[in-house]
Structure formats: structure tokens, C-alpha cells
């Protein structure tokens, strides 16, 4: 029997066209397995129209600031509104990208499962700091304090789709990119360039039941997997799952570093404390799955990585989400 799903998407972030994208893709899906789809704008009507619709699950595909920071699975958890996705604790620790050390490094301490994954050694820098304490005047330490120095990878400690984020060659243009960064966010985080196979492994699934989907692997035709690129699939070419000769020319080899790399994506995964669904971006750089940030909202757009790695999987997103709708009924739902 269907349940009466509402769909949340759009919200006021820089990532609201993704989201509105995101949206019509999952009501489409979910009204392909049956449901009742409400899609619903994160206005301030949405209290209001949620009381009054009383959904059985809400599903919220809003990227970026307010989706995927707590604060819509805050507002659902008062509401009592069962939801999919990883709770608001888990999403506030999972946008911040600087969370990524701290939170591995906790992680293994508490369990004997074999280290897998590696990560970019970086900084992370306040626009307060920057702009008002004279950190812009020290940026000449960065080169000392990057491992390995130039090039460095500049981004917005929170949001998604690329949005702020830069590779910078040399001191001169360090500043200009830190200040694009910060007009994204309040923090901005520097850290190691690192060269290889850019890959988006998607994982369905909580704890030791979650299971990784075929890595996608993502090249763009020229420059950077960037914010156009993520929006126009003619920027992009992507291969799901990823090519064998893409990680090693002998297949046997290759076979054992994708096994590799999905091992470090469920250790990530799993030290988070992701529920459902999520997303984990890396680089293969030749030796270590290198992460490189955590999603709890995965795109669902039409050229989006999730979609593409359940079809590489022989999955169907209708039944992907309809699983997770139902799962999340079930489950009913959470007060923290």
C-alpha cells in the first residue's frame, strides 16, 4: 500500500536549482512505486503544510545549507515525522568537511576494523579570522603548513556541488581564491591537491547492513569537475562503474583496488554514523582511496552520481527510494 511521502526540496541555499532538480527526479520515482508524493518548498508555509498534510514520511532532497546541516531533520524530529536520511547530529558533523580527521581518528579507536581510509592533510581558516584578525597577512605560512605545499585545494568547509572550490598553483592567487571560498561560507578549508581518479561511491544501507554501489568515475572534459560540469553532462564523461584500466592494467589488480576503495567508503560511512543513503567522493591516487568529503543528500538529478550508480548496480531508483520510504515508516519516528 502507498504512503503519502512528502518531498522537500528547493529551500533558500546556493544549491536551491539542484535541489528543485533533486525533488522532481524523487517525486517522479516515488510516484512510479506507488505512492502519494506531496513536493513541498521549504517556505514558511512548511510547518503549516506538514501539520496540516500529516505525511506518513518525508523525504528531503534540499542540498547545501538547511538540508543537509540538521536543520530540516531537526524541524522533522519535533514534528514527529518520520524521514529518510542520517539524523541531524550525524548531518552537522558530515557537512563539516573539517570533521573528516577527527572524526576517523575517533572512530578507530573504538573499533578493531582494519584502516582503510586515507584523507588530505589541511587547514582550516574563519572568515573572522581572515578578515578581521590579519590571517590574510600570514599567508605565506600555508606553504609549510599544506603538506607538500603547492598546489593547494581551496573549498567552503560546508555545501556541496562544488560550489567555492578552487585549485590554486601558487601564493598569488591564494587570497582571491580563499575570499570566493568565503562568500560560500564562514570557514574555508586548505589542504593537499591530490592527482587521480575522481570517484563518487554511493552506499545504501545503516552500519554493518550498509553496502557500497559501483563506483562512478567521473572525468571532465576540460578543467575541474565543477559546478557546470555537475549541471551540464556534456562538460563530463562518467563511467559506471569505474574502468578496470582506470585503476590498473592488470584486471585482477584492478578488481582488488575497487574492493579496496569501497572498504574505505563503508569505514567513512560507517565512523559517521550515515543512515539510509549517502555518498562518499574520493581520489584513487595510484596507492590510497583518498576521501575527500561526505554527503548525506546525494544528487538525484538526471545527471546525478546516486541515480547512475544504482543503474550500474541493476537497481532501479524507483525501488531504491521505495525501500527507503518503507524502511523509514517503519522505523518511525526519531526524538533527539
Known amino acids: 500500500m502507498g504512503l503519502k511521502v512528502a518531498v522537500l526540496m528547493g529551500g533558500t541555499s546556493f544549491e536551491r536549482e539542484f535541489s528543485l532538480a533533486s525533488g522532481k527526479n524523487v517525486c517522479a520515482a516515488l510516484e512510479e512505486a506507488g505512492h502519494k508524493v506531496v513536493p513541498l518548498d521549504t517556505t514558511r508555509e512548511l510547518v503549516p503544510t506538514l501539520r496540516s498534510e500529516r505525511p506518513d514520511v518525508c523525504y528531503s532532497a534540499l542540498h547545501g545549507k ?9 524541524l522533522l524530529e519535533l514534528l514527529g515525522i518520520p524521514y ?24 578507530r579507536e573504538l573499533t578493531d576494523e582494519p584502516a582503510v581510509a586515507s584523507w588530505p592533510q589541511g587547514i582550516c581558516i574563519a572568515r573572522d579570522a581572515f578578515k578581521d584578525m590579519g590571517a590574510a597577512t600570514a599567508l605565506d605560512l ?6 607538500g605545499g603547492y598546489p593547494v585545494a581551496v573549498k567552503p568547509a560546508h555545501g556541496g556541488s562544488a560550489m567555492g572550490v578552487h585549485r ?4 598569488d592567487h591564494l587570497g582571491e581564491a580563499i575570499l570566493d571560498a568565503l562568500s560560500y561560507d564562514d570557514h574555508v578549508v586548505i589542504e593537499q591537491w591530490i592527482e587521480g581518479v575522481e570517484l563518487a561511491v554511493s552506499v545504501i ?13 567521473i572525468v571532465p572534459r576540460r578543467g575541474l569537475y565543477d559546478t557546470a560540469a555537475r549541471m551540464d553532462a556534456s562538460l563530463v564523461d562518467y563511467y559506471a562503474p569505474v574502468r578496470n584500466e582506470s585503476l590498473s592494467s592488470n584486471e585482477a589488480d584492478a578488481q582488488a583496488i575497487r574492493a579496496e576503495i569501497e572498504r574505505a567508503v563503508l569505514e567513512v560511512y560507517r565512523a559517521y554514523g550515515l543512515r539510509d ?22 544528487g538525484m ?8 550508480a544504482c543503474k550500474a548496480g541493476g537497481l532501479s531508483l524507483s525501488a531504491v527510494l521505495n525501500e527507503l520510504v518503507s524502511n523509514a515508516k517503519e522505523r518511525g519516528a526519531v526524538f533527539c
Open 277 to 298: 543513503l549517502g555518498r562518499i567522493d574520493l581520489i584513487w591516487d595510484g596507492a590510497q582511496a583518498r576521501v575527500m568529503e561526505t554527503n548525506v543528500s546525494p
Open 84 to 107: 529518510v536520511g542520517s539524523d541531524a547530529l550525524v548531518c552537522r558533523r558530515a557537512q563539516n568537511k573539517d570533521s573528516l580527521h577527527a572524526t576517523m581518528e575517533a572512530y
Open 168 to 171: 590554486v598553483d601558487d601564493i
Open 301 to 308: 538529478t538526471e545527471t546525478s552520481l546516486f541515480p547512475a
Open 66 to 74: 538547511h538540508g543537509e546541516d540538521g536543520s530540516i531533520q531537526s
Open 142 to 147: 600555508v606553504e609549510e603548513r599544506v603538506h
Open 205 to 217: 544501507g545503516t552500519g554493518w547492513d550498509a553496502h557500497a554501489l559501483p563506483p562512478v568515475e
